[in-house]
């Protein structure tokens, strides 16, 4: 069975520049998270989607920062315009629900670095 | 405040030399604690899911463990592969949350 899949897996890019990560979940999974890590640190949640819908999307910078996941299986995390603090990995995560017996699977991330 | 702590932020052992990390949470209401294991430029890898005081489970060389207020991993005769950086992660009853540590980095000298 197929890991999670996350693409690309390295991305440079100049401040003030969009980026786009994709997040490509385990089949039948219905619960999606992307996450954030800096080095040392453990991930911290950005937002979590049960099929099409945001349901944890308290910690993620709206200002900057937005994600969907169309008809409930890929999602697409995206940063306009990039700072250099945006600097890190990004890791999507799924399991098949949300309840605390399911297992979170990650990807390998996405490592960002913003010049 | 919700808070994880790990403990040591390093460790350093030689091959066979038994330990433990320690995972140290304030939360209100636990709804299940995670440990993962994390190599290098990859995603975490799911390891154990202890849900209530006194419970414990192993695989191979590792063993957790669960009180009311903190969390073990005992790493038993430890070999180089095992070698990895070992976070723990708790889920909380209120809003669903989970809140990771900044992780243990072993290193299992040969």
């Known amino acids: 069975e197929a890991g999670v899949v996350q693409s690309p897996r390295y991305k440079i890019i100049e401040k003030k520049q969009p980026v786009a990560f994709w997040c490509n979940p385990i089949?039948?999974?219905?619960?999606l998270y992307w996450y954030l890590q800096n080095l040392g640190q453990g991930p911290e949640l950005l937002i979590r989607?049960?099929?099409?819908?945001?349901?944890?999307d308290s910690q993620l910078p709206k200002d900057r920062f937005s994600a969907e996941r169309l008809k409930g299986v890929d999602s697409t995390l995206k940063i306009q315009p990039a700072e250099l603090g945006d600097s890190a990995v990004y890791l999507c995560?799924?399991?098949?629900?949300?309840?605390?017996?399911?297992?979170?699977?990650f990807g390998p991330g996405t490592r960002l670095t913003v010049l | 405040e919700d808070q994880v702590t790990q403990s040591p932020e390093a460790l350093r052992l030689q091959e066979g030399e038994s330990s433990s990390l320690n995972c140290s949470y304030t939360?209100?209401?636990?709804?299940?604690l995670f440990w993962y294991r994390q190599d290098p430029g990859k995603g975490p890898e799911f390891l154990f899911t202890?849900?209530?005081a006194g419970e414990e489970k192993e695989k191979e060389r590792l063993k957790a463990t669960l009180t009311k207020k903190e969390s073990f991993l005992h790493i038993t005769a430890p070999k180089p592969e095992d070698s990895a950086t070992y976070l723990c992660?708790?889920?909380?009853?209120?809003?669903?949350?989970?809140?990771f540590g900044k992780g243990t980095r072993l290193h299992i000298l040969p």
């Open positions: 995560a799924s399991s098949l629900s949300s309840t605390s017996t399911d297992t979170q699977y």
């Open positions: 089949s039948g999974h219905n619960t």
């Open positions: 989607y049960e099929n099409e819908e945001a349901v944890d």
């Open positions: 939360v209100s209401g636990l709804r299940g």
């Open positions: 202890l849900y209530s």
């Open positions: 992660a708790v889920r909380m009853n209120r809003d669903d949350k989970i809140i």
